[in-house]
């Protein structure tokens, strides 16, 4: 039941935007009196809606595909605290789209850095240089091979006051209706040697390193941290997933080898492979 859910959002949200749209466009020839719709116009917009609405519902209220974590390496080195953790919470990040029902957000937390605060950064918009996660380097959590490559997608400012984060909520719902891309910013998807995915997203604008078809070996850089995509700062967001595309995905569960994936708000000494 989860994979049917993951395989169906996408197409139903996308009929309901469609659905919505034409039914728009055929009550504005209906008020310039180019043809008359009467009422049909209005059960287009509430049937699009009811489809969006359902979208939203197999996102939020899917179930979740168990079984035992993957260990895998850890993508990135050195001390990372976990927001929306799936140690914490499945689905970690409220939601079962795009695959992210067992993803983790990882920012950069080195000792005596200062990294700006929501609220207390003094400014509602910041360049992403301002955050020590931004230009980390990315590495393969596992021997795999790459089937997914995004990295045209400018790095924009942190939303890090309210006044921020108003826009972020406004801006993602153009974000979605472009689909991963826009969500997930730049971004690499591997194939792992059992046959899952493993995706690692809002990677930094010109610095993914690899390319569709590439073997990477556990350890391998695939680029840098970035601020791409549905990202409020800079961090790396990674999840497991069944299938190539996130928009298809249904998560599934992992665990970082040696230190386990952190709790939110927990800052672990995270290592990539020995063979890096």
């Avoid at 034409?22 to 719709?37: F, H, N």
């Avoid at 190539?244 to 994936?261: E, K, N, Q, Y």
Wanted: hydrophobic content about 45%; proline content about 7%; some cysteine.
């Amino acid at each position: 039941m989860a994979v049917l859910c993951a395989r169906l959002r996408m197409p139903i949200q996308t009929i309901g935007v469609l659905v919505v749209l034409a039914a728009l466009a055929l009550i504005a020839l209906d008020v310039a009196g180019v043809v008359e719709m009467g009422i049909v116009g209005a059960m287009l917009v509430v049937a699009g809606v009811v489809l969006m609405v359902a979208s939203s519902m197999l996102s939020l209220a899917a179930p979740v595909v168990g079984g035992e974590p993957l260990e895998l390496d850890s993508p990135v080195d050195g001390p990372w605290m976990a927001l929306n953790s799936p140690t914490t919470k499945v689905p970690s990040h409220g939601t079962h789209g795009y695959g992210q029902a067992y993803a983790v957000d990882l920012v950069y937390a080195p000792e005596g850095v200062e990294r700006p605060r929501f609220g207390e950064a003094g400014a509602a918009f910041l360049p992403p240089e301002r955050f020590p996660a931004f230009g980390r380097p990315v590495h393969a959590p596992a021997d795999a091979t790459v089937v997914r490559v995004v990295d045209g997608i400018r790095d924009h400012r942190s939303r890090s006051s309210w006044l921020g984060l108003a826009w972020f909520v406004l801006a993602s719902i153009p974000r979605e209706l472009r689909g991963v891309r826009g969500m997930l910013g730049n971004h690499v998807v591997l194939r792992l040697g059992d046959g899952s995915h493993f995706a690692i997203a809002h990677l930094r604008h010109g610095s993914v390193d690899v390319r569709v078809g590439d073997a990477v070996v556990a350890g391998a850089l695939l680029g840098e941290c970035g601020n791409t995509g549905n990202s409020t700062e800079p961090h790396v967001h990674c999840q497991r997933q069944d299938v190539a595309s996130p928009a298809r995905a249904a998560g599934l569960p992992w665990t970082i080898r040696g230190s386990g994936v952190p709790a939110n708000e927990e800052t672990s000494q995270l290592a990539i492979a020995s063979s890096a």
